[in-house]
């Protein structure tokens, strides 16, 4: 079975400051590992991806994220956050050695305050 | 390029009606999903297909069906709608489920906001 956790259901952080959204998952086997994001009333738009090589993944928009295998981690980063950052960001995993199909997390409300 | 277009963006039920929500996609993607997502909750898998003909049901199946007949639709039916079954319904699809494939992250649509009264 696979899963994913994302403990903070938001996190607030001010314009400029670096950003961190947490995520940490479960396989039997090697993941594939994905992080989106969704503005208001939108669907989920693909942000970043890790699949093989680096552990640190760059995406869209100057977000980074960091697989920790140790740690089964999969961390979101930006440097320096935008107040158009805010909105709902959610990890999702798939098992490689498994089912295809991804599960996600249950979201994390990023508020980046002016 | 549309990418996951589903119809319609919103609608209000009466108990114990029936829809069918639609979804389609043109990037010949293979796989193809319905999810639900609650409030606080995530995203909850209904069904997915794996291809044209072939579908199987996820997390939360009861009260839905679906069907595909060709590699771009996907509907979703509701029978006898429940006020459980209110929620925001999104369609996706991905590339590829080959193991080893890279290009496998979902394209979502815009969502279905459903109400039951």
């Known amino acids: 079975a696979q899963s994913v956790a994302q403990p903070e259901d938001q996190v607030n952080v001010a314009e400029g400051n670096p950003l961190t959204v947490k995520c940490t998952y479960s396989v039997s086997g090697n993941p594939y590992l994905f992080w989106y994001v969704q503005y208001p009333n939108r669907g989920l738009q693909f942000l970043l991806k890790y699949i093989t090589g680096d552990n640190l993944v760059k995406g869209s928009y100057g977000f980074e994220a960091e697989f920790n295998k140790s740690q089964t981690s999969f961390h979101l980063k930006k440097p320096s956050a935008l107040v158009s950052d805010s909105a709902l960001y959610f990890c999702a995993v798939r098992d490689i050695g498994g089912s295809y199909i991804p599960t996600f997390g249950r979201g994390t409300s990023l508020i980046v305050h002016p | 390029n549309a990418g996951v277009t589903q119809t319609p963006k919103f609608r209000i039920l009466k108990i114990g009606q029936s829809m069918t929500l639609q979804c389609t996609q043109d990037?010949?993607?293979?796989?193809m999903y319905w999810y639900r997502q609650d409030p606080g909750m995530g995203l909850k898998l209904i069904y997915y297909?794996?291809?044209?003909?072939?579908?199987d049901k996820g997390e939360v199946p009861n009260g839905y069906n679906v069907s595909r007949s060709t590699t771009e639709d996907f509907p979703l039916r509701l029978e006898l709608a429940a006020p459980s079954q209110t929620s925001v319904y999104f369609c996706a699809s991905s590339e590829t489920g080959v193991r080893g494939g890279t290009d496998t992250e979902a394209f979502f649509g815009q969502g279905t906001r459903l109400t039951v009264v």
């Open positions: 297909s794996v291809g044209a003909g072939i579908t």
């Open positions: 990037m010949n993607h293979n796989y």
